[in-house]
């Protein structure tokens, strides 16, 4: 017989939610076979078998918090049967004996515990349960041992919400005043409690925005030449490097040259201290499923372009599949932002903290331009840079903005270090 324990937490986490069992209590296991996923305020956590073996039994529901290195089931040798489940395995009774054998619902039991006192349920479950006003003798349940899950309980909400409450006719008056017209068909609502990450995500832009002194410039570039750049050596690079070219590596090669010459971009503040970092650490955000998240490029200036597109497409795909780790979303020196992606055309980042600046950059358009004393229709891009006005003055923002457009502009400069 074997524990299996909850992963150790690094030192900024102290606990995490039981987001899902991929096994219940009788089934076969492998080593290295995911177990349960664990949401901490960072990253999700795969839990695995650390042997072959019996899924003998589980100790946390699906919604619990849980602590680093906590039990959170057992697992004994192939051949042994599981242990015999707490008060939750009576979970399926209630919804077992809600329908008779002729498909019609019986009467609820008057003597079933409230959704308060019931044992069966998680907290998350409960909380869920409680707040929406639902029955837990009416929730279908799909999770383990015939538990109801959080998710059960959610998408019970909007069957409870066309549910139709009796209403009471309201008393004659003798000057009725004319009825309000109502939208017709169903309005739902729906709650849905926030995980723990999108927590963490609101609590630190709502910390930056009480703490520092952000203020936004922007500039514009034309993409032009970075886009005949590509054009034009795009095949070869994709034959040499079996990746392909794309601007994010360029803008990171312009933002790290930029913060070499403005070296306070790339500070923190600290209490009263500012913090002068000697490596360029720069983070890329990339959306995911449960929210943005933003792993870091490590020594951006030892990087090649081939190796900077590498490591974002790792990121962008580990991201996509919930597999990102802590350690790859630690620390930072300064961060960039694509919202053109999604079609944004100008935006004001929100720094993010410790960090003093962040680059945004945003979609490309055909716009009119004045070159050369013509008008001429050329690909335009508009950026903008977030910083910390405690410590990061406005010359050297517009400054440090101009020199990425310049060298970005002329993508030969970053080569030639000019």
Request: hydrophobic share 40%; charged share 20%; proline share 7%.
């Amino acid at each position: 017989m074997a524990d299996i324990k909850v992963p150790v937490f690094s030192e900024s986490v102290s606990e995490g939610t039981l987001l899902t069992w991929h096994k219940k209590p009788g089934d076969a296991l492998k080593r290295g076979e995911v177990l349960a996923e664990i949401e901490t305020d960072k990253v999700v956590l795969e839990v695995t078998a650390q042997q072959d073996g019996v899924l003998q039994s589980v100790l946390k529901n699906e919604g619990d918090t849980v602590l680093s290195e906590e039990v959170l089931g057992t697992v004994g040798e192939a051949g042994s049967a599981p242990a015999v489940a707490p008060a939750a395995d009576q979970a399926a009774g209630p919804v077992a004996n809600e329908v008779s054998a002729g498909g019609t619902a019986s009467q609820p039991d008057t003597n079933a515990p409230s959704a308060e006192r019931r044992e069966d349920l998680s907290p998350a479950v409960r909380k869920v349960v409680v707040e929406n006003n639902l029955n837990p003798a009416q929730i279908p349940a799909t999770g383990p041992k015939g538990n109801i899950t959080k998710a059960d309980a959610v998408g019970a909400i909007g069957s409870a919400a066309n549910v139709s409450a009796p209403v009471a006719t309201p008393a004659p008056t003798p000057t009725p005043a004319p009825a309000a017209t109502l939208p017709s068909g169903p309005r739902t609502e729906q709650r849905v409690p926030m995980t723990r990450i999108r927590q963490r995500i609101s609590e630190r832009l709502k910390e930056v925005q009480n703490t520092a002194a952000i203020l936004t410039t922007f500039n514009e570039v034309n993409m032009q030449p970075a886009m005949d750049l590509r054009k034009k050596y795009q095949d070869q690079f994709v034959a040499k490097h079996g990746t392909k070219l794309g601007f994010m590596s360029l803008f990171v090669r312009a933002a790290t040259e930029a913060l070499k010459a403005f070296p306070v971009v790339n500070a923190s503040v600290d209490g009263k201290d500012i913090i002068y970092h000697g490596f360029y650490d720069i983070g890329i955000a990339v959306a995911s499923e449960r929210g943005l998240v933003v792993p870091i490029l490590r020594d951006t200036d030892t990087m090649s372009l081939a190796g900077i597109e590498k490591e974002i497409a790792g990121f962008a795909q580990k991201a996509k599949n919930g597999k990102l780790t802590m350690e790859d979303m630690s620390g930072g020196t300064f961060s960039i932002t694509n919202g053109g992606t999604f079609g944004s055309m100008m935006s004001t980042p929100i720094i993010n903290s410790p960090q003093s600046a962040i680059l945004g950059m945003h979609n490309i358009i055909e716009r009119p331009i004045a070159q050369n004393g013509q008008v001429v229709i050329a690909p335009m891009m508009y950026i903008a840079l977030s910083y910390d006005h405690r410590i990061i003055d406005g010359k050297e923002a517009v400054q440090f903005l101009v020199m990425i457009k310049n060298l970005l502009e002329d993508p030969a400069r970053m080569l030639l270090e000019l």
